[in-house]
């Protein structure tokens, strides 16, 4: 399937769904002091988040699959990204 | 009309090359958030018990207005969505409609973050303004600072003298409080005597920092430049990430604002994948800025 059909009930699912998931983050965060569980229910919320505008604003959810070929390595990229992009000075910061 | 295909993912070149596009954009912005939360996690501590990252309520971010930013562009991401349905069902005036209410949610999304900047210009949080130095800084970064500090020192000593300059020193013992405790401070950063005329020491700038914090809490008015351990390399990730989020905000409100002149007069399916290639960008704002919410806000 190239193109969504409108679907707009489920649109409006996940655009209320975005929204509650970012509500809940502020008292939830707001009540948890700073730790890995913490951090781990933020980036919880925040992928969440993504995969539920990306696949319906974005269409990806009705997108050729050939068109992760172009997304796909973008992401692995990025992730290698995250790596390469620490300076030899930040490092020696935290000493 | 016709819209030529790719050949291979047989899909518009219009809407692949947007793809394109947004693919060079992740690795953009994945540099550069990734970049901010290094520098945040390695940001050293200034010193023995002193937090090495500044606390929200010190740099006066608010979670509550980047959670309205949050509801503004998800709902405008919504209206382009519905525009562009609108425009395949053939229905002009309503996708105009919609497409002019993500035009309204973009701009108070910047009106947002307007207000939150001239609050932090105000208030002097900027990149290399803010001064470091608070007492039990390590001699280390005391020594770094040096500069950073007597500068610190000058730029207080001015907001003291603008706020105590119409002030007549008989008027002093009056209220205001405020401006009392401007003078007294004033005081204290100049070298004198006092009443048995032994030589009074000027506060150092670590001092003068905690003194001036110490001050901003009890009477906010004042608005002194605060001073803030690692607050410029602070303010260096805010207005970078933020900022540069606002100017893709901007220049896709530019292109919808086209297509919404466009609109006007042009036929529907013609615009239609206009819209749809401008909305890929457009939700990819969004979900940047889902990102970069917890990362300046809740973090």
Request: aromatic share 0%.
């Given at each position: 399937m190239d193109e969504g059909k409108p679907d707009n009930q489920f649109t409006l699912f996940a655009t209320a769904g975005i929204l509650i998931l970012g509500t809940l983050m502020l008292p939830l965060t707001a009540t948890m002091s700073p730790s890995p569980a913490r951090l781990g229910i933020i980036s919880g919320v925040i992928f969440l988040q993504v995969i539920l505008a990306g696949a319906n604003f974005m269409h990806l959810r009705h997108?050729?699959?050939?068109?992760w070929a172009v997304i796909l390595p973008t992401f692995i990229l990025g992730g290698v990204l995250l790596f390469a992009l620490m300076p030899d000075t930040i490092l020696e910061w935290a000493k | 009309m016709t819209t030529q295909t790719s050949?291979?993912?047989?899909?518009?070149n219009g809407k692949l090359a947007m793809w394109l596009f947004l693919a060079t954009e992740v690795m953009f912005f994945t540099g550069l958030l990734a970049t901010c939360m290094l520098l945040r996690e390695a940001a050293?501590?200034?010193?023995?018990?002193?937090?090495p990252w500044p606390a929200h309520e010190t740099v006066h971010v608010q979670p509550w207005l980047g959670a309205i930013n949050t509801v503004l562009l998800i709902c405008s991401s919504l209206c382009v969505l519905l525009s562009h349905r609108a425009l395949l069902a053939n229905q002009a005036g309503k996708a105009r409609r919609w497409l002019g209410l993500t035009l309204l949610l973009g701009a108070a999304f910047l009106g947002v973050k307007g207000f939150e900047y001239a609050g932090k210009f105000q208030l002097g949080l900027l990149p290399g303004k803010i001064g470091e130095s608070v007492?039990?800084?390590?001699p280390q970064r005391e020594k770094l600072l040096q500069e950073n500090g007597l500068s610190y020192v000058r730029d207080v000593q001015e907001r003291l003298r603008a706020l105590t300059a119409t002030v007549k020193p008989e008027d002093?013992?009056?209220?205001?409080k405020e401006i009392q405790a401007a003078h007294a401070l004033l005081q204290l950063t100049l070298d004198g005597k006092d009443e048995k005329n032994s030589y009074l020491r000027p506060l150092t700038p670590g001092q003068l920092g905690d003194q001036v914090n110490r001050l901003n809490g009890e009477f906010?008015?004042?608005?002194l430049p605060p001073a803030i351990p690692n607050g410029n390399l602070w303010a260096s990730c805010y207005f970078v990430t933020t900022g540069i989020h606002a100017i893709h905000v901007f220049a896709g409100l530019v292109v919808l604002l086209v297509l919404f002149l466009f609109s006007l007069g042009r036929d529907s399916p013609r615009l239609a994948g206009r819209l749809e290639v401008a909305g890929l960008y457009w939700h990819f704002v969004d979900l940047v800025w889902l990102i970069l919410y917890p990362i300046i806000y809740i973090l």
């Open positions: 997108e050729r699959r050939s068109l | 050949e291979n993912l047989n899909l518009p050293p501590v200034p010193g023995p018990g002193l937090s007492n039990g800084l390590s002093l013992k009056t209220p205001p906010p008015s004042l608005h």
